[in-house]
């Protein structure tokens, strides 16, 4: 990749040609396998070799803290390190970004580790991660010139890809399993866009998509035609880590992995910080955290194998539950090159993860939530992490979304007349007080 300060216009585009500096300071898409670089585009397969594309920077760039700090309280902060225009924030969008870091030390004391921290994506406009990846999703889409937002989704792609498409003002078109947890449907469906449920698994909705992908020229599928912008969203996850840190890295991470994307780009986030200057680049491990009931990732870790055997999907976790996914290979370089792991918890585990931060930090997260923070006990337990290096989980979404996770473990502790007497009773039986 040859550095270059020149604009690039891209040439494949619903629209013909975007306007000069649409991309930021991207300056092409390589592919991770081969190398080959691109032409800026809504391209995401190497037609060399097949291999997936990422957004490659112009290596010349220089951004300075101050630059940062001064910039919208949102992930757009983030722009010279996004291809994202410079007047990005200007546009219509949900701005998400900028979540707490939660320092947690009930947690931290209940499993023995010394320094602790969440970061908390429940945060976001729709409560989810997936804010993040659909806001360059749809600002790529814009500047290519593509008329409706659309994405397969376990969930919160959906619910996030509806909202943003609505604020945005364009049509939206998203495609889910028919199996999803209510109230994903309803947060999706109330922004009005057209929501297609689908009888299959995640996996079956993904192939349908790139077909239907095929046909519409003017589609941008969020995950699909414009992944190369979408997953970089994603590294505003390390971005923000780190600058919420006071400008360092943590020395170990451990992230929820569907299609993988996500952990791939915190660790490239990680780098390009230190790259930049704007870190030391001292070193972190990154570790993986799936549900037991589709873990092909956790799988081919622990037996060793570079390819990812897919898997139907049985797990609570239906935001995480993809059997095939796509960033699965690259998961394991991250981890094995960084002295992580990719580990997987039980159901059970997972609803008991929800309620242990719940309980100890008051942070109700989403099944997927409840992965990573399972993970994360399991990890200490195992001696796979070090429990005196200072440690960031991530919370990627709301518990209110799955409900029916912990519906028949938690509930009132009492059900009483209102009388006094009938209160006291109560608390003598029930221990309560
Ligand atoms: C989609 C999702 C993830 C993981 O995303 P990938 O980038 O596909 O690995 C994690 N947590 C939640 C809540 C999600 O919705
Ligand atoms: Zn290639």
Redesign the pocket.
């Known amino acids: 990749m040859t550095a270059s300060t020149s604009t690039v216009v891209p040439t494949v585009s619903p629209a013909g040609a975007v306007r000069p500096g649409a991309f930021g300071n991207a300056v092409a898409l390589s592919c991770r396998e081969c190398g080959a670089a691109q032409e800026l585009g809504a391209l995401y397969a190497c037609p060399e070799c097949f291999g997936p594309l990422e957004v490659a920077y112009d290596t010349d760039v220089r951004v300075t803290r101050a630059d940062i700090a001064a910039g919208p309280q949102s992930l757009w902060r983030y722009q010279p390190l996004l291809p994202v225009p410079t007047d990005v924030a200007t546009f219509r969008g949900l701005d998400p970004g900028m979540t707490r870091l939660v320092r947690a030390d009930h947690l931290a004391r209940e499993l023995g580790i010394r320094t602790l921290w969440v970061k908390d994506d429940s945060g976001n406009p729709t409560h989810?991660?997936?804010d993040r990846v659909v806001a360059v999703a749809l600002t790529a889409a814009r500047e290519l010139g593509f008329r409706v937002l659309a994405c397969p989704s376990?969930?919160?792609?959906a619910n996030a890809t509806a909202a943003a498409a609505a604020r945005a003002g364009i049509r939206s078109v998203v495609l889910v399993p028919k199996d999803l947890e209510r109230p994903k449907v309803l947060t999706t469906a109330v922004y009005g866009g057209v929501l297609v449920a689908v009888d299959g698994t995640y996996d079956d909705v993904n192939r349908l998509a790139s077909e239907i992908a095929g046909e519409q020229e003017d589609w941008a599928f969020v995950n699909v035609n414009v992944r190369p912008y979408y997953a970089e969203g994603?590294k505003t996850l390390a971005f923000e880590v780190a600058e919420q840190l006071g400008w360092r890295l943590p020395e170990q991470v451990v992230v929820?992995?569907?299609?993988?994307?996500?952990?791939t780009k915190i660790d490239k986030g990680f780098g390009e910080l230190g790259r930049l200057g704007l870190v030391e680049p001292t070193p972190y491990r990154v570790f993986g955290a799936q549900a037991a009931g589709c873990s092909p990732v956790a799988t081919a870790y622990s037996q060793g194998h570079d390819v990812v055997r897919p898997v139907r999907p049985d797990t609570i976790a239906k935001?995480?539950a993809?059997g095939n996914?796509a960033?699965g290979p690259y998961v394991l370089d991250v981890a094995r090159r960084t002295g992580g792991a990719v580990e997987s918890v039980t159901d059970d585990e997972i609803r008991e993860g929800i309620r242990l931060l719940a309980r100890t930090e008051g942070i109700f997260a989403?099944t997927?939530?409840g992965v990573t923070v399972a993970t994360l006990k399991k990890l200490l337990e195992s001696g796979q992490l070090d429990p005196d290096a200072e440690t960031v989980v991530y919370n990627?979404?709301d518990g209110l979304k799955t409900l029916d996770a912990i519906a028949d473990r938690v509930g009132p502790s009492a059900t009483i007349p209102p009388t006094y007497d009938a209160f006291e009773r109560a608390v003598e039986r029930e221990g309560l007080a």
């Not at 376990?154 to 792609?157: A, C, Q, V």
């Open positions: 989810s991660f997936k376990t969930g919160n792609l994603s929820p992995v569907a299609s993988g994307s996500q952990l935001s995480l993809i996914p960033d989403e997927a939530g990627t979404g």
